[in-house]
């Protein structure tokens, strides 16, 4: 599916939909776009230099894994409106966003690769509820995650490393949010701290195991402080880089 006037694959209101193996480049809308579309599999497609999305889901339900979308204008997977799906080991690398979430509760996005984009991932207007974890996002332009608008999220276990902004930043109305186990190397070099939190009752450390995340920059003394209005601190720095994790689904109860 390439150079077409509109979308490589276009797909709206299907079931037991199996989506594999696809090449969709070079089209001028999305690489792949689907609507309330259920899965079996959407799996090992390839959407590249598409002037919208690489893949864009909206209303959408299943596992999407093992997908590769790169240098897309706008974002390398678009997820709205698509609660309680699993996006797993996607490559998302030279697009505007990698992952963009709009509206979606209890995502578990986990073990995606995210490189050379301006934001890693980026979640806006009511994503509740979802979990990130065990993603490795590098070379972000600007943050690596961003959260407008979100509550009560994981984000877990993810390496966030030489982002130009911020590893992660929580807009003002980003609440109740935990945020452990990461490893921050090496972002926002010409500021003070590699996270940023404007929003209310988040935390940037397990409250029961006293573990916070591993700071390259941490002065391995005391509490490791977090710019932003909200006056956050991790209490629990960890002294060493974080060895990835291999399993996903036990840390959704996190």
Not at 162 to 176: A, C, I, P, Q
Not at 186 to 196: E, T
């Amino acid at each position: 599916c390439i150079k077409n006037k509109g979308g490589g694959i276009v797909i709206i209101g299907a079931t037991d939909t199996i989506l594999e193996n696809n090449i969709c480049e070079e089209n001028e809308l999305s690489g792949i776009y689907l609507g309330s579309v259920y899965f079996k599999t959407c799996t090992r497609n390839r959407c590249v230099n598409n002037k919208m999305n690489g893949m864009s889901f909206g209303l959408c339900y299943g596992t999407i894994s093992e997908n590769y979308c790169a240098n897309n204008n706008l974002s390398g997977m678009r997820i709205g409106g698509s609660s309680y799906s699993i996006f797993v080991n996607n490559t998302c690398i030279e697009n505007a966003n990698g992952i963009y979430i709009i509206e979606s509760f209890h995502l578990q996005v986990a073990n995606n690769t995210c490189e050379n984009n301006d934001y890693g991932i980026y979640l806006v207007q009511g994503s509740w509820y979802d979990t990130l974890a065990n993603n490795t996002i590098v070379n972000s332009n600007y943050d690596g995650i961003y959260a407008m608008r979100s509550r009560e999220g994981l984000i877990i276990h993810n390496r966030i490393e030489n982002s130009k902004g911020y590893g992660v930043y929580l807009e003002g109305r980003t609440n109740d949010s935990v945020i452990a186990y990461n490893s921050f190397i090496n972002n926002n070099l010409d500021g003070i701290s590699q996270g940023y939190d404007d929003g209310f009752g988040n935390t940037w450390y397990d409250k029961e195991a006293k573990r916070g995340n591993y700071w390259s920059d941490w002065a391995n003394n005391g509490s490791y402080t977090i710019d932003g209005r909200a006056e956050a601190e991790d209490r629990y720095p960890l002294d060493e880089n974080l060895e990835r994790i291999n399993i996903v689904s036990p840390y959704w109860a996190f």
